[in-house]
Nanobody
Framework: QVMLVESGGGLVQAGGSLRLACAAS????????MGWFRQTPGKEREFVAA????????RYADSVKGRLTISRDNAKNTVYLQMISLKPDDTAVYYC?????????????????WGQGTQVTVSS
């Protein structure tokens, strides 16, 4: 079993920055593919970014490329999402997720373990 706990969400003005963190426990973190997803009321959960176990491969949704950066620290069992130049459209609950098949995929249902989410609100 894997437990994921997100932190770092909050209220920020458009153009501002936030860094989300997701702390993992319960299974070897360095073997996990980690992803960030987001969801707004009435919409499906959407892919934001993913990172391979070593950190050597990353993938991003087109809407966040150049503004959001995923990274990981395997020594700290933590994955991060650095967000800059935030827009009101980035407002959502952000979730981190983990899986252990080695494939850096973008579909939410590929991921086995999920955190409880952290709210990010970007005001205009």
């Amino acid at each position: 079993q894997v437990m994921l706990v997100e932190s770092g969400g909050g209220l920020v003005q458009a153009g501002g920055s936030l860094r989300l963190a997701c702390a993992a426990s319960g299974r070897t973190f360095s073997g996990s593919v980690m992803g960030w997803f987001r969801q707004t009321p009435g919409k499906e959960r959407e892919f934001v970014a993913a990172i391979s176990p070593s950190g050597g491969v990353t993938r991003y949704a087109d809407s966040v490329k150049g503004r959001l950066t995923i990274s990981r620290d395997n020594a700290k069992n933590t994955v991060y999402l650095q967000m800059i130049s935030l827009k009101p459209d980035d407002t959502a609950v952000y979730y981190c997720a983990a899986k252990y098949d080695g494939l850096t995929t973008v579909r939410p249902y590929d991921y086995t373990y999920w955190g409880q989410g952290t709210q990010v609100t970007v005001s205009s």
